[in-house]
């Protein structure tokens, strides 16, 4: 009887031993090539589309309000620093009383300098900066930051942000005069 017993445990602990180390089949590596996730990339092409409105805000001065849009392209260095270049449309209102032109519309080729104030690896939403630097037809020399909100991912974002406009052209006096405008830009950038 007591070989049996002994049997049984030996039976009994080799069965224990081998259900522990049982075969686990993982799943295979895909066999793609030269794959790239570019959603969750830090670096490479990105580009944005723009909406904006605004008033100037001269306290002497005639006051003239504007419509635009603009498109800007470039590399993205990492999510905190992106550099590129645009291209837009602008509308100004009241624009004969101001400026020594009938023509109202100008467009604004600039450079652009952006990125993310805080990582939105673990965030829906993070607070963004942006600055556009260059020149509007009929007019001149423009400056352009802009602080906001960009919210949907880490690529693909909604943008809404305020900025700050400061530009010269000359009056109906063909005297040199410097605006500043304050607006609302809408967007989305990928």
């Given at each position: 009887m007591r070989k049996v017993f002994i049997y049984l445990l030996l039976v009994i602990g080799c069965l224990s031993v081998n259900a522990q180390y049982r075969d686990v089949t993982l799943p295979e590596k895909p066999h793609q090539t030269?794959?790239?996730d570019y959603y969750n990339t830090e670096?490479?092409?990105?580009?944005?589309?723009?909406a904006e409105g605004g008033s100037s805000i001269m306290a002497t001065k005639k006051?003239?309000?504007?419509?635009g849009i603009s498109f800007s392209g470039g590399?993205?260095?990492?999510?905190?620093?992106?550099f590129g270049a645009g291209l837009g449309g602008r509308m100004y209102v009241h624009n004969a009383e101001i400026r020594n032109t009938d023509n109202k519309f100008?467009?604004?080729?600039?450079a652009n300098a952006?990125?993310?104030?805080i990582s939105a690896y673990d965030r829906d939403g993070v607070p963004f900066w942006s600055i556009n630097i260059g020149g509007i037809t009929e007019e001149g020399f423009f400056a352009s930051?802009?602080?906001?909100?960009?919210?949907?991912?880490?690529?693909n974002n909604f943008l809404i942000g305020i900025s700050y406009t400061i530009?010269?052209?000359?009056?109906?006096?063909?005297?040199?005069?410097v605006y500043s405008y304050f607006g609302l830009k809408l967007g989305y950038e990928f």
């Open positions: 030269g794959y790239k670096s490479g092409f990105w580009c944005a589309f723009e006051n003239m309000q504007y419509v590399y993205r260095i990492n999510e905190f620093l992106r100008g467009i604004p080729i600039f952006r990125g993310n104030f930051p802009t602080i906001g909100y960009s919210f949907g991912g880490l690529r530009t010269n052209f000359k009056d109906c006096d063909k005297t040199n005069q």
